[in-house]
């Protein structure tokens, strides 16, 4: 069993940054890989970003390529997604998730463990 609790969202102005945490709890954290997804009002969840379990790889959804970035720190059980130059659009609930994974995962059904999700808002 995995707990992941997201922090860091907010309120930002166009063009600014956030930096998104999610702590896992247990003792295998490293044996996971980790995603971020969002959603916004009245639209699907959407992937964000991914990284295996040793940090290796990464994958980036196409919207968010070149302004986010996905990291983990398996030291401190805990991955980050920096996210910078944000746009009105990026406004959403975002949610990290887990799963154990050789390879990135890009999925969201393919997630097992899924935190409750911070909000980011970005205004004009």
């Known amino acids: 069993q995995v707990r992941l609790v997201e922090s860091g969202g907010g309120l930002v102005q166009a063009g600014g940054s956030l930096r998104l945490s999610c702590a896992a709890s247990?003792?295998?954290?490293?044996?996971?890989?980790m995603g971020w997804f969002r959603q916004a009002p009245g639209k699907a969840r959407e992937f964000v970003a991914a990284i295996s379990w040793s940090g290796r790889s990464t994958s980036y959804a196409d919207s968010v390529k070149g302004r986010f970035t996905i990291s983990r720190d398996n030291a401190k059980n805990t991955v980050y997604l920096q996210m910078n130059s944000l746009k009105p659009e990026d406004t959403a609930v975002y949610y990290c998730a887990a799963t154990i994974s050789v390879v990135v995962v890009l999925t969201d059904w393919e997630y097992k463990y899924w935190g409750q999700g911070t909000q980011v808002t970005v205004s004009s």
């Open positions: 247990g003792r295998t954290f490293s044996s996971y890989a």
